[in-house]
């Protein structure tokens, strides 16, 4: 079916460290994947984006890498600062492709 | 505002009451979605509309929910005869052209039913 979930509910790094939030999608057609953020109180925020035609996508410290093998895909965050602290979703598309669908998130925790 | 906007941005109503929400999109945006998210939960696909086509209400979860857009602007949200489990937080989104690309939320409406 189509779902999008997450292996962790939480992750705790300190500032500094790189981050890795991980994400396991069960569409084998899906061809487009997409992250957001979401701090507290606010509406969700685009990450970064990755087409099923590529491996990895690179943006301002953070990395999208895509196996299509295992259905997965992970975020990585490089230097994680304390104003990276949110809920970090992973979303792909219905089966129709009218709209994104999103997983349960993975609250990230920065400590200085 | 050059966002999208979204209001009352809190609501809260008494059991079996109808409440409406509203989105104003980013101007020029064709597509426009609705979303539900629970307290802790992840987003829950609710409606879709793309310029004058039929829009898709595959996500809705009951009768008592419905949503209109005019044109490429505003859309409403309505939830009648609400209940408990209808608490959460109703975001609004929009982008250019639809998927696949970015979209782009409102803060959201945080509905409390009593």
């Known amino acids: 079916g189509e779902s999008v979930g997450l292996h962790l509910p939480t992750l705790s790094v300190q500032e500094g460290d790189n981050s890795i939030i991980n994400c396991a999608y069960s569409?084998?057609?899906?061809?487009?994947f997409i992250w957001y953020k979401q701090e507290s109180g606010k509406g969700p925020q685009f990450i970064i984006d990755?087409?099923?035609?590529?491996d990895k996508r690179q943006g301002q410290r953070v990395t999208v890498l895509l196996n299509k093998t295992v259905k997965h895909l992970s975020l990585q965050i490089a230097a994680t600062q304390p104003g990276d602290s949110a809920v970090y979703f992973c979303?792909?598309?219905?089966?129709?492709?009218?709209?994104?669908?999103f997983g349960k998130g993975t609250t990230l925790s920065v400590s200085s | 505002g050059a966002g999208v906007s979204q209001s009352p941005s809190n609501k809260v109503t008494e059991k079996g009451k109808d409440v409406e929400l509203r989105c104003d999109p980013i101007s020029g945006h064709t597509a426009l979605y609705w979303y539900r998210q629970r307290l802790g939960q992840g987003l829950e696909f609710l409606i879709y509309?793309?310029?004058?086509?039929?829009?898709?209400k595959s996500g809705l979860p009951s009768d008592r929910f419905s949503a209109e857009r005019t044109g490429e602007s505003v859309s409403t949200l309505t939830i009648q005869r609400t209940q408990q489990e209808d608490s959460a937080v109703y975001l609004c989104a929009s982008s250019p052209q639809g998927l696949p690309g970015e979209l782009f939320f409102g803060e959201g409406s945080r509905l409390t039913v009593l």
């Open positions: 569409n084998s057609a899906s061809d487009y």
């Open positions: 509309f793309q310029g004058n086509s039929a829009p898709d």
């Open positions: 979303a792909d598309f219905n089966q129709a492709g009218t709209a994104l669908i």
């Open positions: 990755i087409r099923s035609n590529m």
